[in-house]
């Protein structure tokens, strides 16, 4: 489980809203033909959550997801750029509601824990809950390629961001409008759960993980995932997502592996040089120096770096505190 510092919590407010006057939910389902499932989903949403808006967004699906969709009661909404991510993009832009649930349209996901995931963000005790798929209790049914990509990109992510997480790839969450309506999302495929985990986890929302069970996929429905060219993708959105948060880390490590190379040829010149008081290896002497010198240069860029990545997430701050502030009654 995750939590973050509660920089904005503020329970009185929300346990006010809770009460008499309940907050609109709205169910975002993305679609790529999912036409064995998706009327399962939405019927088995609407009966846990009878009030709550069913928005399926479909992603030019050639079977009958839409047909199905429409005869269950859904929303339809229409998403020409091919993708997960456009389509959370504008799954995020077109629906207003307060609260929002997130869930894929492959049956996967069981409709039955809604409600649990729900509860935090009703309370405003997090900003976002994500049904993690790998939390030590979840019985989850993976295909074994997908755990251990899932595994991979949780072990890297943990490391270069330094946070405890279980499931950073969930495509089970509940988020609060502040989380939908101010993060900044530009990922297209798959690589979407990523950039939404590491920019909320950065910009200090609140996040909580709660157990889900993963099922498998019924016969004759389809996985959309490559494997080779998604996962290259995520990995890809990890390391440039660290390069923009973290770069400290990421070119300090570089510059400190370039040190060490240097150090190398340079011990040796320099033990020659305290035996005898000659450098015969120039050509080491010079390759040492260059590769010290250039580490040195990558530390100093990543100091740069991370000055300036502080500063925007302290006016990222500053503004989300003032958009509260304004939209406080006088
Ligand atoms: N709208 C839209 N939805 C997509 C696209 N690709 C996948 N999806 C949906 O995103 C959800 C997740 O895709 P899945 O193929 O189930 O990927 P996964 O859950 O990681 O892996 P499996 O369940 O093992 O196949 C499903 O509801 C898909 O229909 C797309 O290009 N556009
Ligand atoms: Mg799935």
């Known amino acids: 489980m995750v939590e973050m510092p509660e920089p904005f919590g503020n329970k009185a407010a929300a346990n006010e809203t809770t009460g008499s006057n309940p907050h609109t939910i709205a169910v975002l389902i993305p679609c790529f033909n999912e036409e064995p499932t998706i009327a399962k989903v939405i019927v088995d949403f609407q009966t846990e959550l009878p009030g709550a808006q069913i928005c399926v967004f479909d992603n030019?699906?050639?079977?009958?997801?839409?047909?199905?969709?429409?005869?269950?009661?859904?929303?339809?909404?229409?998403?020409?750029?091919?993708?997960?991510?456009?389509?959370?993009?504008?799954?995020?832009?077109?629906?207003?509601?307060?609260?929002?649930?997130?869930?894929?349209?492959?049956?996967?996901?069981?409709?039955?824990?809604?409600?649990?995931?729900?509860?935090?963000?009703?309370s405003n005790d997090a900003d976002m809950v994500v049904g993690s798929r790998l939390s030590p209790s979840s019985r989850s049914q993976f295909r074994p390629l997908n755990r251990l990509g899932n595994q991979l990109f949780l072990f890297i992510t943990k490391k270069l961001f330094n946070v405890r997480i279980n499931d950073m790839l969930s495509g089970y969450r509940v988020f609060n409008r502040?989380?939908?309506?101010?993060l900044?999302?530009?990922?297209?495929?798959?690589?979407?759960?990523?950039?939404?985990?590491?920019?909320?986890?950065?910009?200090?929302?609140?996040?909580?993980?709660?157990?889900?069970?993963?099922?498998?996929?019924?016969?004759?429905?389809?996985?959309?995932?490559r494997h080779l060219q998604d996962g290259m993708l995520i990995m890809g959105t990890i390391f440039s997502l660290a390069r923009d948060y973290k770069p400290f880390t990421i070119f300090g490590s570089i510059g400190l592996f370039l040190v060490a190379l240097g150090l190398i040829p340079g011990t040796i010149v320099i033990l020659e040089f305290a035996r005898t008081g000659l450098v015969p290896r120039l050509p080491s002497a010079v390759l040492a120096v260059g590769m010290v010198l250039s580490g040195i240069i990558m530390g100093v860029v990543g100091l740069v770096l991370h000055?300036?990545?502080?500063?925007?997430?302290?006016?990222?701050?500053?503004?989300?505190?003032?958009?509260?502030?304004?939209?406080r009654p006088i």
């Open 60 to 122: 030019n699906s050639s079977d009958r997801t839409v047909e199905f969709a429409r005869q269950s009661g859904a929303t339809i909404f229409r998403e020409r750029r091919q993708g997960k991510g456009f389509v959370v993009q504008s799954m995020f832009r077109e629906v207003d509601a307060d609260i929002y649930i997130m869930v894929d349209g492959d049956g996967t996901y069981p409709a039955s824990d809604v409600k649990r995931l729900l509860e935090p963000v009703l």
């Open 178 to 182: 502040e989380i939908v309506k101010q």
């Open 184 to 225: 900044p999302l530009l990922s297209a495929g798959f690589e979407i759960e990523t950039e939404l985990t590491i920019k909320a986890l950065e910009r200090g929302y609140r996040i909580i993980e709660l157990p889900v069970n993963l099922a498998m996929r019924p016969q004759g429905s389809h996985s959309k995932i």
């Open 307 to 327: 000055t300036v990545a502080r500063r925007f997430q302290e006016l990222n701050l500053q503004l989300r505190l003032l958009e509260r502030e304004s939209r």
